[in-house]
């Protein structure tokens, strides 16, 4: 039973234009939610964070938005460059130092030129 | 400032043998969790050690065992080794603050035959 859903296994994008990577969660009790972004050989990089308390969270040309209704959580990148190219992993938590980080199966995405 | 780092890279075992994979976490880290990534999934959470203790545990047998040590540097063993148990283990560690935001090193890829 996959708590944390990455539906798309791929996603191509031109350079510039905005990449939207979605993500759905079934556990209601998830309170903090993270990206990680991988290049091959190298371990999970965290990208960026957002509390449930929260709706939105921007850093620099990444954005995470969170719908709690829909228990569904997107991260927007804009505009969309050539090292963004990896995969992306969406996870979700408790806010306790105990709850397990839950991963999503991850999302390819490539910039094409 | 040093980054997580992990060893072996790479590791080859037959069925039945055990195996010791080792993590350094970052510095000032004293929270390590170890994950295994299977082809086409995201990490799976196996447990977590904070100061020396196990702090949560994810769904593996108890042939999966871990110690952290005094310097919070740990390490995973795995017992009768099975072909399933062919994978990337990743080791991340966090601070005490930001225990979700965790940052993993390179992975260990074990091949068992």
């Known amino acids: 039973d996959q708590q944390v859903k990455q539906n798309s296994p791929s996603l191509s994008v031109q350079e510039g234009r905005i990449s939207i990577l979605n993500c759905d969660y079934t556990n209601s009790m998830f309170d903090y939610f993270l990206w990680y972004k991988k290049y091959p050989a190298e371990g999970p990089t965290f990208l960026i964070s957002?509390?449930?308390?929260?709706d939105k969270n921007e850093d620099g040309r990444f954005t995470v938005f969170l719908n709690k209704s829909a228990k569904h959580l997107s991260l927007h990148i804009v505009p969309s460059q050539p090292g963004d190219s990896a995969v992306y992993f969406c996870a979700a938590s408790g806010m306790n130092r105990d709850d397990k980080i839950i991963f999503g199966k991850g999302t390819r995405l490539h910039i094409l030129p | 400032e040093t980054g997580v780092t992990q060893s072996p890279t790479h590791l080859i075992k037959t069925r039945g043998q055990q195996v010791t994979l080792r993590c350094s976490s970052q510095s000032g880290h004293n929270t390590v969790s170890w994950y295994q990534q299977a082809l086409g999934q995201g990490p799976q959470f196996i447990f977590q050690y904070y100061r020396e203790e196990e702090n949560g545990r994810g769904n593996f047998p108890p042939r999966f065992s871990g110690l952290q040590f005094p310097n919070y540097s740990s390490e995973l063993n795995v017992n009768a080794l099975e072909l399933d148990d062919s994978a990337l283990y990743l080791c991340a560690s966090s601070g005490s603050r930001e225990y979700n935001e965790q940052f993993f090193g390179p992975g260990t890829r074990l091949t068992v035959l």
């Open positions: 957002i509390s449930s308390i929260k």
